[in-house]
C-alpha cells in the first residue's frame, strides 16, 4: 500500500503541473509603448528605479523564460498587472494616485518585495542605495 502511494504520489504531481499548464492565464506578456515618463531628480535615482521597480512598475517589463511556466506565471502576471495598476512610471500621462507613497513604501521595505529577489538579485538595494532612491523617488515626485 505504501509503495503505491509513493508511486503514486509523483504520479499525480507530474500530470497537475502538466494541466496547469492548460489555464490561460499568465502568458500574456505585453509591454504597452511608454506614453510619459516621469522626470527624474538624477541619472542615479533613474538608474535605482529602472533596476529595483521597473518590471512591475513600467511597461518595459523584462519577461524571464518562467515566466511562461504556470504557476510561476501566474505570480508573475498578477504581480506585473497590479504594479502597473498602482504605478506605472512609463504612463506619467494618466493620474498616478498611488504615486507620493512609493518612497515610503521602499522606506518601510515593502517595495520590491522580498520574494522578487529570488530570482532578481540586483534588485536588492544597499542601504545607502535604498536611502539614495527614496530621496529621489520623493524631489522627483513632488515636482510633479
Known amino acids: 500500500m505504501l509503495k503505491k502511494i509513493l508511486v503514486a504520489v509523483p504520479i499525480v504531481i507530474a500530470i497537475s503541473l502538466i494541466a496547469i499548464q492548460l489555464v490561460p492565464y ?48 501566474w505570480l508573475i502576471q498578477h504581480d506585473v498587472d497590479e504594479g502597473r495598476q498602482r504605478l506605472n512610471f512609463s504612463e506619467w500621462n494618466r493620474p498616478q494616485r498611488e504615486a507620493r507613497q512609493a518612497g515610503r513604501e521602499v522606506q518601510r521595505g515593502r517595495m520590491p518585495p522580498s520574494y522578487y529577489f529570488l530570482t532578481h538579485p540586483s534588485a536588492k538595494l544597499s542601504p545607502d542605495e535604498a536611502q539614495a532612491l527614496i530621496e529621489g523617488l520623493n524631489t522627483s515626485l513632488a515636482r510633479r
Open 26 to 73: 499568465g502568458r500574456v506578456h505585453t509591454n504597452p509603448p511608454v506614453q510619459a515618463e516621469l522626470t527624474w531628480d538624477s541619472p542615479q535615482t533613474a538608474e535605482l528605479a529602472r533596476r529595483a521597480c521597473y518590471d512591475c512598475h513600467s511597461n518595459q517589463t523584462v519577461w524571464p523564460w518562467y515566466s511562461n511556466i504556470a504557476p510561476a506565471s
